[in-house]
């Protein structure tokens, strides 16, 4: 079985799909692994190192593969290459890019998509937005940092005392519990909110400070740990609440997303107005449609002082580790399809069963499906 890495053609995206010892256990597998020259080299991986790990180095493989392994989805002239019964397994955005899924279905090819991977213990080590919300909390710090007129730890100096940073986190989830981490590290002093009550004991864990608000947020957790969408008077009230957090702080970082739904608007105009000259906001939502009105999706925006950054692809700019852990999930995936060498589908089984976004001519999703309007 022919597996192909290609180089990613997306602007700015410097990961690779497979990392050099991820190539290596791909041929441990049995299968064929070929890689396009140059793929891993923004991410740090030379040709040299796939060829060391037993991988060949072929630039057109696309069409003669059977299994395409890529970090984003394939564009249209990439969807035009591929071979009736390949497969496929990459980011798709199935809920956003219905079409997509369309187009893949119609060329016979069988796709997994990695947002679809189910929340189960099992399923934890093949979890791509796991892995890739820890870089993008971390990686929102740091450029929050950069940006600051102020510095994070509390410093005694001859010259004076310089206080900490304030830091609040917005959504608890993944990427919001490495953002505490990270301002922790930094020295910050560090307060978060999220819908889950789940998140309480864990971002106290990390030394913040759960910000109580006086809101019922009712059974805000879905059985696969995900958020559920609140009312929109929940979310007006939820604005109106952590407007005085915001005003006090000098970095807020919201992650906050409902699975399927554009992000809920959790800072109003208004909110942004309310803060401190020289803040920075990091919306890692603006990729959704953004936590904060008036953030500039892959851009940025200076609202009275207020430094609003709308980055779209953290984990992008940190792209070996980024590489090396998509890898690692990629891998793990793969090993639990494959079987002596080919792919062997389960259908039965709920990781297969619940990745699957294209098989035999069709959408497996029901609500991708319909969202494609087939
Ligand atoms: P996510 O990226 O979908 O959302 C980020 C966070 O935003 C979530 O914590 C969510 O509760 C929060 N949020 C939503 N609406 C909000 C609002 N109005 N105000 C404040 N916060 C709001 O979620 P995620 O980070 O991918 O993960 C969520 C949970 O799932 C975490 O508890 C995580 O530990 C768990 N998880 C489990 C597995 C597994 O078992 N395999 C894998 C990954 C994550």
């Known amino acids: 079985m022919i597996v192909f890495v290609p180089r990613e053609t997306a602007a700015s995206e410097n990961r690779v799909a497979i990392a050099p010892d991820g190539a290596k256990a791909l041929v441990k597998l049995g299968l064929d692994v070929r890689i396009e020259p140059g793929a891993g080299v923004a991410a740090g991986f030379d040709d040299a190192a796939y060829v060391a790990a037993g991988a ?30 390949a497969a496929l397994v990459a980011l798709m955005r199935p809920l956003d890019d219905p079409q997509r899924a369309a187009a893949l279905a119609k060329r016979g090819v069988t ?87 789940a998140a309480a004991e864990q971002i106290e864990s990390l030394g913040a400070r759960f910000v109580k608000l006086e809101l019922d947020a009712g059974d805000a957790q879905d059985a696969g740990g995900y958020a559920k969408a609140q009312s929109e008077e929940f979310y007006a009230k ?16 919201t992650t906050a997303l409902v699975p399927g739904q554009r ?4 800072i109003d105009e208004a909110g942004v107005r309310g803060m401190k000259r020289g803040a920075v906001v990091v919306d890692l939502a603006a990729a959704n449609g953004g936590n904060v009105a008036l953030t500039n999706p892959g851009g940025e925006r200076d609202v009275d002082g207020v ?48 990745t ?19």
């Open 111 to 197: 796709t997994f998509a990695l947002e679809l991977i189910p929340r189960i213990t099992r399923a934890q080590s093949m979890d791509v937005l796991s892995s890739q919300a820890t870089i993008a909390g971390y990686r929102a710090v740091l450029l929050a940092a950069l940006r600051m007129p102020k510095l994070f730890p509390m410093m005694v100096t001859a010259a004076g005392t310089i206080t900490s940073a304030r830091v609040f986190v917005i959504g608890a989830g993944v990427a919001g519990l490495q953002a505490i981490a990270t301002a922790k590290r930094l020295g910050g002093v560090v307060e978060a909110y999220d819908t889950r009550a």
């Open 263 to 266: 992000a809920p608007l959790l």
């Open 56 to 85: 060949k180095l072929e630039p057109g493989a696309l069409a003669a593969a059977d299994l395409v392994l890529k970090v984003q989805a394939p564009s249209d002239s990439e969807i035009a290459r591929l071979k009736s019964g």
């Open 307 to 354: 430094l609003l950054l709308g980055p779209l692809n953290l984990p992008a700019e940190v792209p070996g580790d980024a590489s090396r852990l998509f890898s690692r999930n990629v891998v793990t995936l793969v090993t639990h399809l494959v079987k002596d060498a080919k792919l062997a589908l389960d259908l039965a089984d709920e990781i297969t069963r619940g």
């Open 356 to 374: 699957l976004l294209t098989h035999a001519g069709e959408i497996t999703q029901a609500l991708v499906k319909e969202r494609a309007g087939a």
């Open 238 to 253: 939820q604005r109106a609440l952590m407007a005085a957090t915001a005003a006090k702080s000098d970095v807020v970082i």
